[in-house]
């Protein structure tokens, strides 16, 4: 477990990470901006050094994706998808090492959106990394000189 924190650590970073319920969690903007506000660290920084501490992020993260609106649930629900696919890393397989590494590029761009959405909507900053920029950089005209 001790070589697969890292590894789910970064996951989490890209796609950005306790709570648990027995009741089904429905689609609550406050209630999700409320958990994001106060359970900041467990999307950007997760703990996962047990597997305890693993079930429990995942759990946040399941929750989470019930109580997102709908404008931001699909992006949410690929960073719980990340999150499995990291989860089920096989240390040291390839094939499994690569499944996680493409599974985070692909929900990056979920992972920005989610971040922009809960900072416009909850007021709370997630500094999260990304591989590439999202934000557009106008082109620039080469001197004709």
């Not at 050094?49 to 997102?68: I, V």
């Not at 999150?83 to 985070?104: C, K, R």
């Not at 709370?124 to 620039?140: K, Y």
Request: proline fraction near 8%; hydrophobic fraction near 40%; charge should be negative.
């Amino acid at each position: 477990m001790a070589r697969l924190a890292p590894l789910l650590a970064t996951a989490a970073a890209l796609t950005l990470t306790a709570c648990g319920g027995g009741d089904q969690a429905t689609s609550n903007g406050v209630e999700f901006c409320r958990y994001a506000s106060e359970q900041t660290s467990m999307i950007v920084a997760p703990p996962l050094s047990t597997e305890a501490e693993l079930d429990a992020t995942l759990e946040f993260y399941r929750l989470m994706g019930q109580l997102a609106p709908q404008s931001i649930a699909r992006q949410w629900n690929d960073l719980v998808v990340s999150m499995e696919t990291a989860s089920s890393i096989v240390p040291g397989n390839p094939e499994s090492e690569q499944a996680v590494a493409l599974t985070a590029y692909a929900t990056e761009r979920s992972a920005y959106e989610v971040k922009v959405w809960i900072e416009r909507n909850c007021g709370v900053v997630l500094p999260i990394t990304t591989i590439a920029p999202h934000d557009p950089i106008p082109a620039v005209e080469p001197d004709e000189s």
